[in-house]
Each structure stands twice: as C-alpha cells, then as structure tokens.
C-alpha cells in the first residue's frame, strides 16, 4: 500500500510541565499530515500552534508520545540515531536563522564538503561537488573559501539551501526559512527554492506563519491552531477561501498593498475576535 512518501498519522508530542510534579504539556493532539513525493505541503500556523514541533519531530529532533511517523513506508517514529544518521540522505532542513545554523569557524566549502565526506564522498569529489552547489544557489565558486560572516543574511540562507541539497534528499523540512529575511530578500529566496523545487523534483515541508509566503510555493496547505490541523487543501482554495475562522484570520493578518483592502482585513479580523470563533478544539478539520 502507498502511503505516499511521508505520512503523519495521529501524532502526539508532551513536553515535561514546569514545577514539582507537573503534568506534561500536550503540544500537538493527533496530527494527520501527508507529503507525495516532489509536492510541497505549506504547514501555516501562528507561534505556539505547533507547526515546528510537528517539523522537528519528522526530523527526529523531540520524541513523539502517540502515533506514528512514516518515510516510505517505514516507521521511523523512534528510529535509532543510527538510522537517524542514515535517513539524514534523505531528510534534510533548512533553519530559520542562517547565520546560526552554519559553523562559523569553517569557510563555506567546508561546510558543503562535510556532510558529503560523512556520507563517503573523497575529499576532492566533494568539493567539486560543492562547485556545482554554489551554482545551483547563484553563489560565486570563490564562496567555497570564504566565512559565513563574510556573507549577507540572504547569502547564508543560500549557502544553507545548499547544505540541505548536497546529499540529494527526497524531503526537505524549511522552517520558517525566509522569516528572518527581509521582504526582497525573502522573495528571491522564495524563488530560489521554487526552481530547485521543480528542477530536482525534491518534496518541501514548507513551514511558516505567513499564509501569503505558504500560498506562494505550496501545492497543498495544512492549516495548524494550538496543536490540531484545522484546514486542508488546495493552496489556492486555502489561501484565497478559507473556510475555518482562524484561516480567514490568517488571511486577514496578511499585509496588502491596498490601504482601503487593509482597513477591512482589520475590522475583518476583529470581528472574528470578537465573536469567539476561534475554539477549534470543538470543531472537525475542514477540508477543501
């Protein structure tokens, strides 16, 4: 049976609560996602609602306390570090921050060049490798030589973009990574991992809190409120006709050129506020 390449089924995840004897925190309360090979599934969601939890649990990064997680039909919900290691060719991530998430202390090509090494690349076909890599993401060859802090945000986020392809993964998990960047920067960023997207054919977990970047890239968008999948879909139906309330909250939150379309996002939106449509425990997914 095809499940399609990742499948999300039921998964639930506690953090400990603070304090002597306190009751762990459920964060996420049974999500059901799904990711077909080469398709970008958008995961919108506000802080706090959970979508990174669900990013960073596919990545094998906090323990899941229900459900299951598949790749390809495996199980990998509490894979060993081991295979963690190995599946690591196949899952990649690209970070909110660019600067951090980069060793400092190791010119670019280092940095390319490592996880290639690790996976038993020589040396020199690594960084040939590397060469092409810089390419893809429109950095100049002599970039292998420099230091991240050589490099604008939107630079490193390139260089990150390409950490993130040089093993060939089937999946990439970004989170939030064009949030960090300022509006110009982010669009060519955006377009950017458009085109590698199409060109190689790579499947994208694309998470972010901004229903107008998710609608730019994504096939399909999961909509995410305090830990449940509350709207499903089409990108352009979600985006454009959302029926849940908080979607249209989203939506209405999003900033618009137009100063008269503006002033009615917001009274939109309050009025949502102020009517308490917002309980979403209560009230089935809603999928388009």
Do not use: W
Request: glycine share 8%.
């Amino acid at each position: 049976m095809n499940h399609g390449l990742l499948t999300v089924d039921g998964l639930k995840v506690s953090f400990p609560g603070r304090g002597f004897r306190a009751k762990p925190t459920e964060v996420l309360h049974g999500v059901n996602l799904r990711i077909d090979a080469g398709e970008v599934l958008g995961l919108v969601g506000e802080s706090g609602s959970g979508k990174t939890t669900i990013g960073r649990a596919v990545l094998g990064l906090v323990k899941a306390s229900g459900g299951s997680i598949r790749f390809r039909d495996e199980d990998i919900t509490h894979a060993t570090p081991k295979r963690r290691r190995e599946l690591a060719r196949q899952i990649q991530v690209i970070f909110q921050d660019p600067y951090s998430s980069l060793n400092p202390a190791l010119t670019v090509g280092d940095i390319l060049s490592e996880p290639l090494i690790v996976q038993g690349a020589t040396p020199r076909d690594a960084r040939a490798k590397v060469v092409g890599l810089l390419d893809r993401v429109g950095l100049p060859k002599d970039a292998a030589d420099r230091l991240p802090r050589e490099f604008s945000g939107g630079q490193r986020q390139r260089v990150a973009i390409a950490r993130a392809l040089a093993p060939e993964p089937e999946l990439i998990v970004c989170d939030e990574a064009v949030s960090a960047l300022d509006l110009s920067t982010q669009a060519i960023v955006l377009e950017l991992l458009q085109d590698i997207q199409r060109n190689t054919g790579v499947a994208l977990l694309f998470i972010s809190h901004d229903l107008a970047v998710v609608r730019h890239v994504s096939d399909r968008v999961a909509v995410i409120y305090k830990g449940d999948i509350v709207e499903e879909g089409l990108a352009d139906a979600v985006t454009s006709r959302p029926e849940h309330p908080y979607t249209r909250r989203l939506l209405f939150a999003s900033p618009v050129a137009d100063p008269t379309l503006q002033r009615e996002r917001r009274a939109a939106r309050r009025r949502l506020q102020e009517a308490g449509l917002l309980d979403t425990r209560s009230s089935a997914t809603i999928s388009l």
